[in-house]
């Protein structure tokens, strides 16, 4: 078998009532693909080194969060919360009319897929973390410092941005906005990398000749974290069970530390689907070390979501669709899944 085309992707939109949750569907469109989800202040195009190292027989639908990527931004006066971004989730789903849910999450994305598994784990069939698994908890007075600068910064944010709707935000050129992406990376990504994080977060400038300007919205910058206590963490951990869980840790990053390793614990003990490895890097290990990464997620795949079978001849050997049966399928699955929709 082969792994995913990067050029071979449909552009999605999901509606939502603050507007829409943009996607892109790489690869099989007549199956339940894999529901691959960002970390913060970035968007979809984190996992494009990923995405044409995995097995082309199922899909992987990429999103932007809202506020983040081409989705939509919540309306002025609201909040960014990790809670919320976790009930994007089975948003996705109903919108497809799927029962069950396969996870991809890389930092945020991570976070938002332990929640969401720990809540529903009966409608989850796997997850792989990427350098996450669950919100970091602070001491209370660090927790406190940080929710007092976090709401003085968002009032600041929305000022900011009411004078943006009259005057066009600062401009670069796409090498210094790849600086800006690598040096708010804590330079996890490097300006070579950068540009897989740029291209859906951009909009060109109408002031200045070869200029952008960063099209995300500035308040996600100053989300609500979730604080999780470490009992509360523990108890969520034991409502994963059995399910398959693959995290990967970056040998750099300190996300994946000493406080979740109970929880890491109660997953390595009580899940025998459970499987753990450290991959050298940063933060965005999946995106400067695809190749490794892919390493362990392949098998993963394989073994806990393994190809349909299509169709079989007498001598017992697997027939290939042709593009034309292919295409014809993806066109009923889309309207099936539009049909359950209408039905809601």
Request: with cysteine.
């Amino acid at each position: 078998m082969g792994t995913l085309s990067l050029s071979d992707f449909k552009e999605v939109r999901i509606p939502a009532p603050w507007g829409h949750i943009s996607g892109r569907w790489y690869g099989n469109r007549t199956e339940r693909p894999i529901l691959a989800i960002h970390g913060w202040l970035d968007n979809l195009g984190t996992f494009d080194r990923l995405i044409p190292l995995l097995p082309d027989y199922i899909g992987v639908l990429c999103i932007d969060l809202p506020g983040h990527g081409r989705s939509s931004r919540l309306q002025p006066g609201m909040h960014y919360a990790v809670d919320d971004y976790v009930l994007i989730i089975p948003r996705v789903m109903k919108e497809y009319g799927w029962s069950k849910v396969s996870l991809m999450g890389h930092s945020l994305g991570g976070i938002v897929s332990f929640i969401y598994t720990a809540l529903a784990p009966n409608t989850v069939d796997m997850v792989i973390s990427l350098d996450m698994l669950l919100p970091t908890s602070l001491a209370p007075k660090e927790a406190l410092a940080y929710v007092i600068h976090s709401m003085e910064k968002h009032l600041v944010e929305e000022d900011r941005q009411v004078e943006s709707n009259l005057h066009e935000p600062p401009s670069y050129t796409l090498s210094e906005m790849a600086k800006v992406v690598a040096k708010g990376s804590l330079h996890s990504v490097t300006p070579e990398f950068a540009k897989h994080l740029l291209h859906r977060q951009v909009l060109k400038s109408q002031l200045y000749p070869n200029k952008f300007y960063f099209s995300r919205d500035g308040r996600v910058k100053y989300y609500n974290v979730t604080q999780m206590e470490p009992g509360f963490a523990e108890e969520m951990t034991k409502r994963i069970g059995r399910k398959p869980y693959l995290v990967i840790k970056a040998s750099m990053s300190s996300f994946i530390g000493p406080k979740v390793e109970k929880p890491l614990a109660i997953l390595h003990q009580n899940n025998p689907h459970f499987e753990f490895y450290e991959v050298e890097g940063t933060h965005h290990v999946h995106l400067h070390a695809a190749e490794e990464c892919a390493r362990y997620i392949v098998p993963f795949i394989r073994h806990h979501r393994p190809p349909a079978l299509t169709s079989w001849s007498f001598s017992g050997k697997e027939q290939q669709l042709s593009a034309e049966e292919k295409r014809v399928q993806q066109e009923r699955f889309f309207e099936i899944s539009k049909n359950k929709r209408s039905k809601l």
